[in-house]
């Protein structure tokens, strides 16, 4: 967990690849009384898939997931807002259902 939050895959990630590729290969074995098995393509292919997933996803969902939520302000320009108190020079002001904080830089 602690290598996924730093965003780039280190020591641990290489460890658990290690023992997923352990844990598959003992795995690996025909059924009792048969000899049916997969293939060698779909064990690496599996591999593969859970490498990249752990290398490329992982960071990427870990930065979404703990990232600031911003709406942008885009939205706001032009838009009718009322201030709640006094703003002088920082107050409250509320535009739609937000709050934010406002801020004159001069008297008027």
Not at 71 to 96: C, F, K, L, T
């Amino acid at each position: 967990a602690i290598d996924v939050q730093v965003g780039i895959p280190r020591f641990w990630t290489g460890v658990g690849m290690v023992m997923f590729v352990l844990g598959s290969w003992f795995l690996y074995d025909s059924l009792p009384g048969t000899d049916l098995r997969l293939s060698w393509i779909t064990l690496i292919v599996g591999i593969g898939g859970v490498a990249l997933t752990f290398v490329v996803g992982m960071p990427s969902m870990v930065r979404t997931r703990f990232a600031t939520p911003t709406i942008g302000r885009e939205w706001m320009i032009g838009a009718d807002g009322v201030a709640i108190g006094a703003i002088d020079p920082d107050g409250v002001a509320q535009v739609g259902e937000a709050k934010w904080r406002a801020r004159t830089n001069r008297a008027t």
